[in-house]
């Protein structure tokens, strides 16, 4: 019987992009946390900056916790809807300073400001568990690759963890999202795509390129 088109894109994927991948490049847990919320609609280089602008001054939870938010704020405008963040920064902040960061995504998207995807991130790179990132990249590019159906992010993710196994969800939630970046942009690349031969939404199999 012929392999299921999916499974021969997870191989193809897994093939090109071997390594594991990470956007947020920040090891301490606290401060990662941090970054994924400032990275809210925004690129990660931007949420970098305004986190290291941000811990430059105030390096802690328990020194952010107890900081102005209009100060929160100033620092971190460069990664743009401050006004919102930087409430939400400070009352997370504040909490883990008292409580720690909680150790599953469940807790963690109870607190104040942390969605679905930044508990996700948290709990893919940081606790090592299988989890969704379904991301702007992602459900754009998933979408076309035909694993989900849906434009919604709470669908997607949904929607990913009910067709495959638990234990690819942390890969291909980097993967997709990497692939989104290199070649499924907005206007996808697909003469350069790897994937441009099997993808049903190759421009290429269609010829509209
Ligand atoms: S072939 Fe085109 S549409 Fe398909 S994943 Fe690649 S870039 Fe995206």
Redesign the pocket.
Known sequence: MDKPVNAIIVEKLRFFYPERIRFIKEEDPYRFLITVMLSASTTDRQAENAASSLFSVYPDAKSVGEAEVSSIESLIRSAGLSKTKAPRIKDVSRYIASNGIPDNIEKLQALPGIGEKTAACYALDILGQDAVIADTHFVR?SK??GFIDTSDRIKAAREIRERFPENEWGFLSMAVNK?GRD??HPR???KQ?F??SI?P????LSGES
């Open positions: 590019t076309r690759l692939l070649f499924c996808p690349d697909c795509c994937l441009s993808c939404s190759s421009e290429v």
